[in-house]
């Protein structure tokens, strides 16, 4: 057997058929579906009531990637089935997340009788009371977890682990796929696309359901080629799961992240529904232009404007005068600059006495622990081992600050074998048959993460990028090669003829020539 087989294999602690069994073509039969479950013949028999009595129902979502794609699934079924129904995806720096008042008397207004709250509404129950109040009703579909007294605020509730359905998280666009799928007595290809595609946007764990969507997303795009997706990724061919992280989840999350228009969310929305070219390059266009300037905004911020607190593990930086939207972005790039764990904090939009904060990490600084741990201290919280997003209060930074830096020690500390989910390969390792061979473990994902891969290289055969901002190795064939993103400037202090890197594998095309890639953020003594 192929020793890179083999210690992949090992890595992940499954066997041969365990491996054909997840790569094996997925189709809807394999789907586990809620449909004997009586929070979800409860809520399609209101849905079914409200169509009929020919009432109106809004369908109130969010501004990610899976509150979006939701809300598209839900309103197209709508249509089809006579449902008359209207959307509204919030304005992060307008609304907020989630069901508010403001909203709520709009809705009122327009004489609707229903909301359907879709990857929201689980922990609104203030909101909720108040629609009530006005003699509306909510129904809630939703995947986060789920606040005490939410089963006491409204009967119509469809939550994977309330509803006992599944014991593992999934999105709501998945949640969503099972309404569409029921009330249109049939399975959509474009609505399980979507589903599987907020199954990377909301880093569900790459399982059971989630994992069945995210191949059924990858072959059907493949496949259909939908016309507005496809435009969003330039019309390319050979289409990967990173088409989706690096791609196509960017570009829909643009407008949320930057934005303060109501109809740039909302157009987001109608570019999932549109299918016409005309529409298609209307809204794609300002689609991929939020992206752009998206792109800028981060590029341009600067640390050195920044507070910054910091040890030799982990940083945390108080940003002042951006848009709170870009925080996760933020944290990204500054760890891969830093290469420690990174907190970014910047103000609240909406709420002058909290702050909106994002923590990227790696091993081996798993964020759970933390997360656990002073769970009381955050308004708000959500996330999963190594990327975290909250809501804090501006009185608690100093104190959630220390926390962070401390813990960020403790776990390097505590991690003593801190590379043992690294695979050691060699440069000879970076060949077309062993990327073909790791693309089988496909698609990566919580619970099962991407793995990380270290190389150690002679220091002679290290040469510098010509702006000095990169170093590269090369296999004896050259068609693999390591990038380190990084000056080579620390070489010097290192005394050993040998240095390892650790980084992701990648396959890249150019001009139909391909090379399999190790690249790199992270350096070590060997």
Not at 402 to 423: A, G, H, P, R
Not at 431 to 437: H, R, V
């Amino acid at each position: 057997m192929n020793l890179f087989l083999i210690s992949l294999l090992n890595h992940f602690k499954i066997t041969l058929k365990d491996l054909e069994a997840r790569e094996e073509t997925r189709s809807f039969i394999d789907l586990k579906r809620p449909y004997n479950s009586l929070d979800f013949q409860s809520l399609i028999k209101k849905l079914l009531a409200i169509r009929n009595s020919g009432d109106k129902i809004v369908i109130y979502g969010d501004y990610d990637v899976d509150g979006i794609t939701a809300t598209a699934i839900l309103k197209m079924t709508f249509d089809r089935i006579g449902l008359k129904a209207g959307f509204y995806i919030p304005n992060r720096y307008l609304d907020g997340y989630g069901l508010n008042k403001n909203r709520i008397n709009e809705f009122k207004a327009k004489d609707y009788k229903f909301i359907l709250t879709v990857d929201n509404g689980i922990n609104s129950c203030s909101s909720i009371q108040y629609a009530h109040s006005l003699g509306m009703e909510v129904l809630v579909v939703d995947h986060h977890e789920p606040n005490d007294q939410i089963a006491e605020t409204t009967k119509f509730i469809f939550h994977q682990k309330l509803s006992k359905f599944i014991d593992y998280n999934c999105s709501a666009a998945s949640l969503a796929y099972f309404i569409a799928s029921y009330l249109l007595q049939e399975d959509v290809e474009y609505f399980a696309t979507l589903a599987g595609l907020a199954v990377f946007s909301d880093v569900m764990p790459m399982i059971g359901n989630n994992l069945i969507f995210a191949k059924l997303a990858l072959g059907f795009l493949t496949e259909k080629r939908y016309p507005n997706l496809i435009y969003l990724l330039n019309h390319k061919y050979n289409l990967n799961y990173d088409d989706f992280n690096f791609t196509l989840i960017p570009i829909l999350n643009a407008a949320g992240r930057i934005s303060n228009d109501i109809l740039s969310t909302n157009n987001v929305c109608r570019f999932l529904m549109s299918f016409s070219n005309d529409k298609i390059i209307t809204f794609g266009n300002k689609l991929i232009n939020f992206n752009d300037m998206r792109k800028e905004m981060v590029n341009k911020i600067n640390k050195d404007n920044a507070k910054c607190f910091s040890t030799s593990h982990a940083k945390a930086y108080i940003l002042d005068g951006c848009l709170s939207g870009l925080s996760g972005l933020l944290a990204n790039r500054f760890m891969r600059e830093d290469k420690v764990p990174i907190m970014i904090l910047m103000p609240d939009e909406k709420d002058t006495a909290t702050y909106i904060g994002s923590i990227r990490s790696f091993y081996p600084y798993p964020l759970t622990g933390f997360v656990e741990k002073y769970s009381s201290l955050f308004v708000d919280i959500g996330g999963h081992e190594f990327a975290c997003g909250f809501t804090i209060e501006k009185a608690k930074l100093i104190q959630i600050i220390t926390q962070f830096l401390s813990e960020m020690e403790k776990n390097y500390l505590s991690n003593v074998v801190e590379d043992e989910n690294l695979i050691e390969i060699s440069l000879e390792d970076l060949t077309l048959e062993n990327y073909d061979i790791y693309s089988k473990f496909m698609p990566f994902g919580n619970a099962f993460e991407k793995p990380r891969f270290k190389i150690e290289v002679a220091k002679e055969n290290l040469f510098p990028s010509k702006n000095n901002k990169a170093l590269f190795a090369f296999s004896p064939d050259k068609k693999g090669k390591l990038v380190y993103f990084g000056s080579d400037d620390f070489l010097a202090s290192i005394d050993e003829e040998s240095i390892s890197f650790i980084g992701y594998l990648e396959k890249d095309t150019f001009n139909d020539n391909v090379t399999i890639c190790l690249k790199c953020h992270e350096y070590r003594r060997p």
